[in-house]
């Protein structure tokens, strides 16, 4: 048993010392808790991960950090927490996916198909041509994905930086929502200026919560989405759009 014991701390040990400490103890312990690390150490283990630096976003359900592979390369890692987790919320959102038919019910089973469920919608969503951070893997409740950026630096986000070009910006951004619906059947759900990042054009993030069209409220988030994106424009000098002929013609396709 203690042998045992032993092993386990020394793992937790070794994940321990490739996680750059930039962050206070307490959020360190509270992110990094025994599982996650544990989850880490396979991820050096298997060479998905080289080290994990810098953490970008502290946010309610999950960090963000910049990481390295072996070969140098930058990625994104997004960790949900455990011990914040809304599960109520997200029972409402896992609800009638066929992808998701049987719910679980440990705590850690649904983070798993949560992270699970933001990598599939990642996939759905690049195979349908929209720009989203690429995803590489997923384990338990860690979400590994291309970084969206330069150097360890995180392009801003359409809410921390307005897009130099509005009107472009506004046109790919309701073309990437109309892809989605249309192509890949898909509704973001979340979908503000918080989740579109801006590198050589908008990136679409935060997926986690898409839901398919077969979602009894994926019409009410659909149009909430797309609400979201014309009322951030309306602050530009730009020709305003009405929100339901918007609506309208991106449900019939006139966004193509
Ligand atoms: N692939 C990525 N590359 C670089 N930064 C990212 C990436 N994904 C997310 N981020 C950063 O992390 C923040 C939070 O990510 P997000 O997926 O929106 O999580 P949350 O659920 O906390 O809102 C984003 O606003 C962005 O700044
Ligand atoms: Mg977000």
């Known amino acids: 048993m203690s042998d045992k014991l032993d092993r386990l701390e020394e793992r937790l040990d070794k994940a321990r010392m490739r996680i750059k400490r930039s962050e206070d103890r307490q959020v360190i312990e509270s992110v ?4 996650t690390l544990l989850t880490l150490y396979h991820m050096f283990n ?13 946010g309610k359900e999950a960090n963000v950090y910049w990481a390295i592979q072996p070969d140098g390369t930058d990625v994104a890692i997004k960790i949900y927490r455990i011990a914040t987790f809304n599960f109520k919320r997200i029972t409402l959102y896992l609800e009638g996916d066929p992808r998701f038919s049987r719910i679980p019910k440990a705590r850690s089973g649904l983070i798993a198909a949560w992270a699970s469920k933001e990598f599939k919608n990642l996939q759905r969503a690049q195979n349908a041509g929209v720009r989203v951070p690429q995803p590489i893997h997923v384990q338990r409740n860690i979400l590994v994905m291309e970084f969206i950026g ?5 392009s801003p986000t359409m809410h921390q930086e307005a897009p130099e070009e509005p009107e472009p910006t506004r046109q790919t951004i309701l073309k990437a929502v109309s892809t989605l619906y249309h192509e890949a059947s898909l509704v973001h759900a979340d979908l503000s200026e918080y989740n579109v990042m801006l590198w050589k054009g908008p990136v679409l993030i935060d997926i986690s919560q898409a839901v398919v069209l077969d979602h009894p409220h ?4 659909f149009e909430r989405d797309i ?5 951030y424009f309306d602050r530009f ?13 991106i449900r019939r396709g006139d966004y193509k």
Request: glycine letters at 6%; a negative charge.
């Open 32 to 35: 990094f808790d025994t599982k």
């Open 46 to 58: 298997k060479g998905l991960l080289d080290e994990v630096n810098g953490v970008i976003s502290t």
């Open 150 to 154: 330069e150097e360890g630096f995180p």
């Open 218 to 221: 994926s019409e009410m988030f």
């Open 227 to 231: 609400r979201n994106i014309l009322t």
């Open 237 to 249: 000098d730009i020709p305003r759009l009405d929100l339901d002929e918007t609506i309208t013609a």
